[in-house]
């Protein structure tokens, strides 16, 4: 059966109000639109293919089960899935007490995200992120990016920069704060 | 490390957002946050989630055959977390506004009665809907939540668990065979079915104005959504979306 005509725009938008329906449709758009997101986010992760498979179906269910506690005035919803993955990811790590093996770590610092070609299904929302992290300060955005892209502990931060381990935490404490402020999640 | 309590909160959300807590800090997170249940957990961790987003780049697309088990597994949840839709003649005595509706009609008879055995005693005109909605748009704690390309908007006032649906512009069905119903997704009932709150008809001329009663007590409704379903509604929809309704700005 068909959405009414003039509502389809509005439907797709969003997808996990509709699992959170039970819309099953809505669950096999899921899979297509965040699939590469997760499965790339898995791989960083985890390295092992194996490993990051275990933890994509994981990530699913996780998504299925919280579908209604997306809040599309908090987030846009590639936000809430990537957080949701980057949760069950950490805690898989943790759980599993391992470390990256195949895809070593890149030492490269990062510089102010540049134009590369982006996950098209969340390019929109992805281009708004970089806009906001280009306005953090250079320190901020390093070390932010050593952290949340690398996977750099703090303490392994401080001591690959030089940083004392008190000034890393209060860059990513400023830059995060900055960075919900830029995006609309409260005061800067 | 601060002493103040609620700085060393904000401390350990970001630092949860970005790694690892040890279990000490864990545990000290979930107490601060019972301690200042103001604080929205997620507020750093959805911050970093967008960094995230921002460095990713161009990822890798899901393989075909991971993307065909994701398939399966979620047949199977949906299987074993869903239960099956009543049939339409149980869910039209349980979720249906219709017996409601009639028994209006046997409350309206009841009160022209004592309307007629007061006479002459004035008696107090019912409030109109229009009052109604008025009244609704005042009371404090209502939010309004909209549907733009229906022309549609839900006002819900969760203290007084009341509401109502306008619609601008649906197409009407053939009342005998579907019926509209309305849901509301509440964060307070995590991974339980939304909340029915009913089936409605649309008039010939594609609007609506229904008030909205939930079958069960929502406690932070955040999306509201209307789907086709056979007449009567269901328990559980699995019919097609045809609104969404999201929280207007302000």
Known sequence: ?188 | MTTDPRERLIDLLCTEATQELTPAEARELERLLAQFPDQDPDTFALAAAAADIALAGNGEPLPPELAATLRRDAAVFFATNQPVPAPASQTSQVHSWRLPLAGWAVAAGLAAVLAWSNWPKPVPANPTTAELLARLKQAPGTKAFAAEEANAEVLWNAEKQEGFLTVGKLPPLDQTREQYQLWIVDAGRQGKEPVDAGVFDVKPDGTAVIPVKAALKVKDAQVFAVTKEVAGGVVVTQGPMVLVFKPKAG
């Not at chain 1, 819309?23 to 965040?34: F, G, H, K, L, M």
């Not at chain 1, 540049?114 to 969340?122: S, V, W």
């Not at chain 1, 320190?139 to 004392?164: K, S």
Request: hydrophobic content about 40%; overall charge positive; some cysteine.
């Open chain 1, 1 to 188: 059966m068909k959405a009414v005509e003039g509502t389809e725009a509005l439907a797709t938008e969003c997808l996990l109000p509709r699992i959170a329906l039970g819309d099953q449709r809505a669950v096999t758009e899921c899979i297509s639109r965040y699939g590469g997101l997760v499965w790339s986010l898995a791989r960083r992760f985890l390295g092992n293919p194996a490993d990051a498979e275990d933890a994509v179906q994981d990530v699913f269910v996780d998504l299925w089960k919280n579908a209604a506690k997306f809040d599309p005035t908090k987030s846009a919803e590639p936000t809430f899935v990537t957080m949701v993955t980057r949760r069950r990811l950490i805690d898989r790590k943790r759980r599993t007490a391992r470390v990256p093996a195949s895809a070593p770590l890149d030492m490269d610092i990062p510089g102010k995200p540049d134009n590369r070609e982006r996950l098209t299904e969340i390019s929109d929302d992805a281009a708004r992120a970089a806009t906001a992290l280009g306005e953090l300060k250079d320190d901020q955005r390093r070390v932010i990016g050593m952290a949340i892209y690398q996977g750099f502990t703090h303490e392994e931060i401080a001591a690959a920069t030089g940083m004392p381990l008190g000034t890393v935490k209060t860059h990513i404490r400023r830059g995060l704060i900055r960075m919900r402020g830029l995006l609309g999640g409260g005061e800067e």
